[in-house]
């Protein structure tokens, strides 16, 4: 069993930045990648971020040239560095691991961004 803890969320400015870590128990052997979702009232899960274990990424095209994922495999942790936020990145931000073919999620960590 994986258990996620996601920290790092908060009450920013808009234009300001945070940086969300997720920390995964156990081996990260057999771990196939690991990704940021996010999920704003009323609005279904997205995809925000990820990561493969050989580090090639991926981005959704709201989130590109302001956002980076990295992975620190000795820590078995994940990162998600987000600049310029703005209002439309309010949202509860998870933490997903992909594990020998099964998903494991976090617990959300809200991020809210004033106007």
């Known amino acids: 069993q994986v258990q996620l803890v996601e920290s790092g969320g908060g009450l920013v400015q808009v234009g300001g930045s945070l940086r969300l870590s997720c920390v995964a128990s156990g081996s990260s052997f057999g771990v196939n990648g690991m990704g940021w979702y996010r999920q704003a009232p009323g609005k279904q899960r997205e995809l925000v971020a990820a990561?493969?274990?050989?580090?090639?990424?991926f981005y959704v095209d709201a989130v590109k040239g302001r956002f980076t994922i990295s992975r620190d495999n000795a820590k078995n942790t994940v990162y998600l560095q987000m600049n310029s936020l703005k209002p439309e990145d309010t949202a509860v931000y998870f933490c997903?691991?992909?594990?020998?073919?099964?998903?494991?999620w976090g617990q959300g960590t809200q991020v809210t961004v004033s106007s």
């Open positions: 990561i493969a274990s050989g580090g090639s990424t």
């Open positions: 997903k691991l992909t594990k020998f073919a099964h998903d494991y």
